[in-house]
Nanobody, 125 residues
Framework: QLVESGGGLVQAGGSLRLSCAASGRTFTTYAMGWFRQAPGKEREFVAAISRWVGDTNYADSVKGRFTISRDNAANTAYLQMNSLKPEDTAVYYC????????????????????WGQGTQVTVSS
């Protein structure tokens, strides 16, 4: 089970940190990812982190502004979002994927097996 938290309303240029708490004892065997879905749009990839320390992948739209990380001791993944823009407004979903592939592999929703319920992020202009 994945549970997201940390969403909210923020002004453009502000920051938020999303958390994704995972239950179970096998957190370290999963790659973790973040996706988002804005109203009327398809769900899109935001960032992923593999099982391996430092191996991350980002969508071009968030590169340099967002940072994905994980704390295996706490069974939690994070998405630090800085310099937020109104176009970042969406429901953000955490996901867990099987396998030992590099983070670049986990850029599609179909490569993840578990999903959280989502958390709303709204960026005002």
């Amino acid at each position: 089970q994945l549970v997201e938290s940390g969403g909210g309303l923020v002004q453009a240029g502000g920051s938020l940190r999303l958390s994704c708490a995972a239950s179970g004892r096998t957190f370290t065997t999963y790659a973790m990812g973040w996706f988002r879905q804005a109203p009327g749009k398809e769900r899109e990839f935001v960032a992923a982190i593999s099982r391996w320390v430092g191996d991350t992948n980002y969508a071009d739209s968030v590169k340099g502004r967002f940072t994905i990380s994980r704390d295996n001791a706490a069974n939690t993944a994070y998405l630090q979002m800085n310099s937020l823009k109104p176009e970042d407004t969406a429901v953000y979903y955490c996901a867990a994927g099987d396998g030992s592939n590099s983070a670049s592999y986990y850029n599609r929703a179909g490569r993840f097996v578990y999903w959280g319920q989502g958390t709303q992020v709204t960026v005002s202009s």
